[in-house]
């Protein structure tokens, strides 16, 4: 599915990120901790092909990163839903339309899906905010909204950075919970996070593996968690 | 592609904002043009029917010119136009009266010209046959029969008028081939002004696994209508402005004749579907450059 074999990535002269090797099984549930500035959303950006290691190689669905042409890359991306922290949407769309991007792009917006956006959207709680434009939308709204562009395509992987960095506690357990039933659906989920409290509650929920970048590695977290 | 962008794609002109700058430097830049682009072909198309006109005017005419003294010129402008007669390629000969000759020189010397009193030389008009006559041999015999006679077959002004002409016409067409390429730039200055500001755009459908033919598409199909709207426009008013023009006449000469005759009237409005096809080719390329740099 995904995978990274020793890989390395340089940054700013410096390496940030050396000797990482990991598999995303299907079906798997991974943390990825560090402190700020570790390299969490680069590794991010490494499993879905938006940076290329320095040295190492990705393997994205048995291709490597390097060999595929940018149509290549767009299409591996389908079955992947990334969840960025500042959630990126385009800001003239309204929220439906902007959680059907990635129908619209793949050109499968037919009636059937337009169905299934409804139920998407009350799924994660945004049914009643389907015409707000983004910047109408709470920080907890974003992610949601986020959350369910990156899900809408039935992805075989989600990637979420910090999915909650910006919204309250209550929020985060609800975010948690969609990414726990996501999971449950046979998702292979990986969650970058700072937010410990979180990865914690998530254990109650779910098999749960805890990786932690630390000195530019990539290690299995302690007992601590 | 091409057929993309005819037939639409609602969603995917959505995704790419409304921008208001290069929307109208697109619809001004095409606008313009395309009126420009107008008279341009009106000058070519002119350009084209004078040399067209003089070169039939000049081509199977002659004029044979008498100076003698004043009790010879009679009988040596009758053994012109026999000699004429019997000239093969000439289809006729004739001695022009003192009214025309008199008309002939009034523009310089004014109505009350004494031609009588005057050694004027006579002036014999000839017309060719389509065949035409031999120059050079009819020279030849005048010399020998007629010696007052001078003969002007008009090579020596027809070849440079249609020259003249010719280079008009030429400028004409260099003229739009020029506007067609600045049309390009600007636009393609637009669509990288437009890539440029939507860089976040981009990146957001790069992130959800659009491919750079959907994003390009949304960007030429955009620029491509603007520049087909502007052009519209332009030719329109372009063609009111030529109709506005004086109509031809003979006393206008060139200038008055500037326009479009007949089938001609169809020509301009070629203008802004070409106009749609270099907006297409230069957003496409700019797109695609954007897009790799971007990647």
């Known amino acids: 599915m995904i995978e990274l074999e020793n890989i390395a990535y340089n940054y700013g002269g410096g390496e940030l990120l050396s000797e990482i090797s990991l598999k995303l099984a299907p079906g798997s549930f991974h943390f990825l901790t560090g402190p700020s500035g570790s390299g969490k959303t680069t590794f991010l950006k490494l499993c879905y092909g938006a940076l290329i290691p320095t040295a190492g190689s990705v393997q994205l669905f048995g291709q490597d990163v390097r060999q595929m042409d940018r149509d290549g890359h767009a299409l591996a991306r389908r079955r992947i839903g990334v969840v960025h922290q500042d959630c990126q949407f385009l800001d003239h769309l309204p929220v439906a339309d902007n959680v059907a991007l990635p129908l619209t792009v793949s050109g499968r917006d037919s009636l059937e899906q337009v169905s299934n956006l409804k139920e998407l959207l009350n799924w994660v709680g945004l049914g009643h905010r389907a015409s707000a ?15 369910a562009r990156a899900v809408i395509m039935s992805p075989e992987v989600v990637l979420a950075d910090e999915p909650t960095g910006n919204v309250d506690w209550e929020m985060s357990q609800r975010l948690l919970q969609l990414l726990v039933e996501l999971n449950r659906m046979g998702k292979t989920i990986l969650i970058a996070t700072h937010d410990l409290n979180l990865i914690r509650t998530a254990k109650h929920h779910v098999q749960a593996r805890v990786l932690r970048i630390s000195n530019r590695k ?7 968690l | 592609m091409i057929a993309t962008v005819a037939a639409g794609d ?6 790419v904002p409304p921008t208001g700058f290069t929307a109208r430097l697109t619809l001004f830049a095409a606008g313009t043009m395309a009126f420009l682009t107008v008279f341009a072909l009106a000058l070519s198309l002119a350009s ?35 000699l004429l007669e019997t000239t093969p390629g000439i289809a006729s000969a004739r001695a022009l009266s003192d009214k025309e000759q008199r008309a002939l020189l009034e523009p310089w010397f004014g109505p009350d010209l004494p031609v009588d009193s005057l050694p004027i030389p006579q002036l ?43 280079r008009l016409r030429l400028l004409g067409w260099v003229a739009i081939a020029l506007i067609g390429a600045t049309t390009g730039a600007m636009i393609t200055l637009a669509a990288n002004a437009a890539l440029a500001a939507n860089a976040q755009v981009i990146s957001v459908l790069r992130l959800i696994g659009a491919q750079d033919s959907y994003i390009a598409r949304a960007f030429v199909r955009r620029f491509t209508l603007r520049a087909l709207a502007g052009a519209a426009i332009g030719t ?20 008055t004749g500037l326009g479009f005759t007949g089938a001609g009237w169809a020509l301009p409005l070629m203008i802004p579907p070409l106009a749609a096809v270099v907006a297409y080719a230069a957003t496409g390329a700019a797109a695609r450059r954007t897009l790799s740099e971007l990647a």
Do not use: C, N
């Open chain 1, 218 to 224: 990539l290690q299995l977290a302690g007992a601590d």
């Open chain 2, 236 to 255: 329109v008013m372009g063609m009111g402005a030529i109709l506005l023009l004086p109509a031809a006449q003979d006393e206008g000469g060139f200038l």
């Open chain 2, 10 to 15: 609602a969603q995917a002109d959505r995704v």
């Open chain 2, 124 to 166: 014999i008009e000839i017309r060719e046959t389509d065949d035409g006559y031999d120059s050079a041999g009819l020279r030849l015999r005048l010399q020998a029969e007629v010696p007052g006679a001078v003969l002007d077959d008009h090579t020596r002004w027809r070849k440079p008028l249609e020259r003249a002409a010719g």
């Open chain 1, 133 to 147: 434009l983004p910047p109408e939308l709470s920080g907890g709204e974003r992610q949601r909204a986020a959350l």
């Open chain 2, 48 to 82: 084209g029917r004078l040399a067209q006109r003089w070169g039939d005017e000049l081509a199977q005419s002659s004029t044979l010119r008498i100076s003698a003294p004043a009790e010879q010129l009679d009988a040596q402008t009758a053994a012109a136009l026999r």
